[in-house]
């Protein structure tokens, strides 16, 4: 569902202050009923369900397998997607995104859209963020895999892409989780940028489970989704010519600007998204005392109040 969006433009100081986009509704605070049944349909609002989808027949055939819970990281509710089976046995994946659904009874030819023609079923953004975070618990039966989606495009774009739309993606990450998260666990996945364009819209998937081969029971709980970075949109991000090496499990950082070096975050992220290691920095070297624990790729992010950038680094 889509809200009205009120702009606010402020002065700080008697200097224009930018904001990087954010997503709309990112902690499933306000739930709204869309008349699609009966069954009434109680939705997040911003966020769709397949129930909304762009197929009546096969949306009346779906089942309910997502709700309100109050079990919030913060603020009072978040949202509980669980798999569960219709028309006689056939897992259904618990999933919202904040586009459109097209289902298809055989799973690998659904997808997700961008609807460009209904506001309810798009969400405009024109920025490029560095990464996008959100906090999750997650209780998959054995053998299910959690999957989080979130793509940056220009004009009309699905998720999976196709071959008429393919050329309209600008950035994109995923992850796929297959352990158990039984408290509260933020994830951070940095995006992929295929050019220098600049996005025009953002399209998420959030799932309880695989979106083709799901597994009923599993149940995945989401909150405060975050978009990080983005005012290199804006303006020429002074991060962007920072290097990292690793020598021996010490960070050395090369072309730090010396006015941000006491302002800088860094954290080591895994390729699932999950934080293994953060800190706030004042040198170009950096000493890491679990490196030895580390084997493999990962991604170092640094970060300021305004500006961040993402690399990958090997151990």
Known sequence: ?????????????????????????????????????????????????????????????????????EDAHSGQYCVKLYNTSALGGIPVVGTLCNGQYHPEIQTELAYSFTNLDDPKFNTPFTTRPDSIAFWLKFFPMEGDTLQFQALLHVDDCTIPPNSENEGNRVGYTRCDLPDTYENWTRIALAFDYYDNRTPEYLLMILTSGNGTT???????????????????????????????????????????????????????????????????INSNVVTLEQAHKLEGLYIVKI???????SRKLYF
């Open 1 to 69: 569902m889509k809200r009205n969006i009120l702009v606010i433009a402020c002065l700080l100081f008697f200097v224009p202050f930018l904001m990087a986009q954010q997503i709309e509704n990112p902690g499933f605070e306000d739930w709204e009923v869309e008349i699609v049944g009966p069954p009434e349909v109680f939705e997040p609002v911003n966020w769709n369900t397949i129930k909304t989808s762009d197929n009546p027949t096969l949306s009346d055939l779906s089942p309910f397998n997502w709700e309100r819970s």
């Open 303 to 309: 970060r300021t109040s305004k500006y961040s950038v």
């Open 214 to 280: 799901s597994i009923e029971g599993s149940v995945a709980y989401y909150d405060d989704l975050e978009i990080i970075g983005g005012e290199q949109a804006i303006h020429d991000n002074p991060l962007n010519g920072v290097e990292i090496y690793n020598n021996n499990g010490t960070l050395v950082i090369r072309n730090m600007p010396e006015d941000l070096i006491k302002k800088v975050n860094i954290e080591i992220v895994d390729l699932a998204g999950r934080i293994i290691w953060q800190s706030e």
